[in-house]
């Protein structure tokens, strides 16, 4: 175990951090907030600075790392980060209590978008930037930012593979870091033309960027209660759904489109399957719940920003779909498990392994009716190999018992189900809003200490795909690190 490397990664880490608590400090400035915000970002930034010189800022030398230091480090980084990230909104007295700051905190940062907050409005516009600022910076991810600035950090390949979501990781170009600052700077690109659309729309810098931001790292934040709907304009629901809808995307796609091969975003079977569940979704959820609007437009315009909003994990609302019917519920129930495309900031199980289960499953039933015969998957021009299937497999029965787990726990403190399951769905899929009492237009801020820590634990342990979180519980990690 490299561990003076991890101590290393971990220090420079927190530096970009502190880097960019900047941001949201000038911003206090700008808007000439009281001198309790400005202390509370300047003693964040001198906590920082302090544990990450305690850390050590100086590498081995030694910078070969394997898959189990890969996993620490995005685990321990995201856990440091959002440690360090709640300070703001607790030293300001904003958000009192230490815990609902760290909820918060990493809600922003895994781009879940659920809230503890009873009236968003009430934060000052520093905090407010840096909660929605949180959903940039996690979107495509910390280590990956981090790779992007930082060509020699060493241990890219690992680290990649282990914080990107999606079952097979591939990377754009040869070198990992350039394709981490291509990555990063298509990512920044598309946000900054989805600012500019959103001031077309009437929408003044400082929202159209804390929705920006949102719908960039598919996390939901808003700067109003009433979320997107405090707007009331078609314009901006249409622009953020298709925001949305974009981001979902598998950005290897985004490449491809700019070195013009057209054919292999053509051909590319999970964006078929992406743009044919959205489609197929938001008709079935417009057809139903058609009764609760005035025109099949407005059922249309509606039925489609929620689609586009949980299917992709972003979380925004227009209207509280928990007043919609059965089927409605069922249908985004579904799209909350079934996430957005893999390589795309997106969360939940992910477009490509549903795909791999169905196909897998209707290969098994033709080889139990003709056993001789040879079948192979296939995606695209190319065999899908055995260890991936596998490995699909595997991530979905953890998944599975995971999700049964903490329903259980959280059953403990609320005893409709569909809160409880919802609750869950929501967190671990990185949606935000969910069902029930935890709803669109709710919070979670009922919920006890211990189930905000589960809950917590549930949206880091979704957004970095499981195993990075779940090796920290286990002894042979911490073998020879200590």
Same mark, same amino acid.
């Given at each position: ?101 760290l909820f918060e905190t990493v809600s922003g940062f895994t781009t879940t978008g659920s809230t503890i907050l009873t ?93 920006? !931001? ?5 996390? %939901? *934040?808003?700067?109003?209660? #009433? &979320?997107? $709907?405090?707007? +009331? ?14 981001f979902g995307i598998n950005f290897t796609l985004y490449y491809y489109v700019l070195v013009g091969h057209w054919k ?62 059965? !089927? ?5 129930? %579904? *799209?909350?498990?079934?996430? #957005? &495309?893999? $390589?795309?900031? +997106? ?104 189930s905000k820590i589960l809950l917590t634990f549930s949206m880091l342990a979704g957004r970095l795909e499981m195993y ?15």
């Amino acid at each position: 175990m490299n561990y003076g490397f991890i101590r290393y990664t971990l220090s420079r880490l927190l530096q970009i951090e502190a880097g960019l608590l900047l941001l949201p400090l000038l911003v206090s400035v700008i808007y000439q907030e009281p001198v309790e915000n400005i202390q509370a970002f300047v003693l964040t930034v001198a906590c920082i600075f302090i544990f990450s010189l305690l850390l050590g800022h100086r590498s081995s030398g030694k910078t070969q790392i394997y898959e189990r230091e890969g996993l620490l480090i995005v685990a321990l980084s995201w856990i440091l980060l959002s440690i360090f990230g709640a300070l703001p909104f607790y030293f300001s007295g904003q958000i009192p209590r230490y815990v609902d700051a760290l909820f918060e905190t990493v809600s922003g940062f895994t781009t879940t978008g659920s809230t503890i907050l009873t009236d968003v409005e009430s934060l000052s516009h520093s905090m407010l930037f840096w909660r929605s600022f949180a959903h940039l910076i996690g979107g495509m991810g910390i280590l990956v930012f981090a790779l992007a600035i930082l060509p020699k950090m060493g241990g890219g390949m690992r680290i990649m593979r282990a914080e990107v979501p999606g079952p097979e990781f591939g990377k754009i170009v040869a070198r990992t870091s350039l394709s981490a600052r291509i990555l990063y700077l298509m990512y920044l690109s598309m946000t900054a033309v989805l600012i500019i659309l959103l001031m077309l729309g009437g929408l003044n810098l400082f929202d159209a960027m804390i929705h920006a !931001f949102g719908a960039a790292g598919t996390g %939901g *934040f808003s700067n109003y209660n #009433a &979320s997107v $709907g405090h707007f +009331g304009s078609a314009y901006i629901e249409i622009v953020l759904g298709v925001g949305m809808l974009a981001f979902g995307i598998n950005f290897t796609l985004y490449y491809y489109v700019l070195v013009g091969h057209w054919k292999e975003v053509l051909r590319n079977e999970e964006l078929r399957w992406y743009l044919a569940i959205m489609g197929l979704g938001t008709f079935a959820i417009a057809f139903n719940s058609a009764t609760h609007f005035p025109t099949f437009s407005e059922t249309l315009r509606h039925s489609f920003f929620t689609a586009s909003s949980i299917m992709t994990t972003t979380g925004y609302t227009t209207v509280d779909f928990g007043l919609w019917p059965l !089927f409605s519920h069922l249908i985004l129930m %579904g *799209f909350m498990v079934i996430g #957005a &495309s893999s $390589g795309s900031t +997106g969360g939940g199980l992910k477009v490509t392994r549903l795909r791999t289960v169905i196909h897998s499953s209707i290969l098994e039933i033709f080889h139990v009716r003709e056993p001789k015969r040879v079948m192979s998957m296939r995606q695209g021009s190319r065999a899908v190999e055995p260890n991936v299937v596998r490995s699909v497999f595997n991530y979905l029965g953890l998944y599975m018992m995971l999700i049964v787990g903490m329903t259980l726990l959280i059953s403990l403190e609320q005893n409709d189900f569909s809160s409880a399951l919802g609750a869950v769905l929501a967190t671990f899929n990185n949606i935000g809003p969910g069902l029930g009492v935890y709803g669109p237009v709710s919070n979670y801020s009922s919920l006890t200490d211990a189930s905000k820590i589960l809950l917590t634990f549930s949206m880091l342990a979704g957004r970095l795909e499981m195993y990075p979180i779940l090796i920290l519980f286990s002894r042979r990690t911490w073998r020879n690190t200590l």
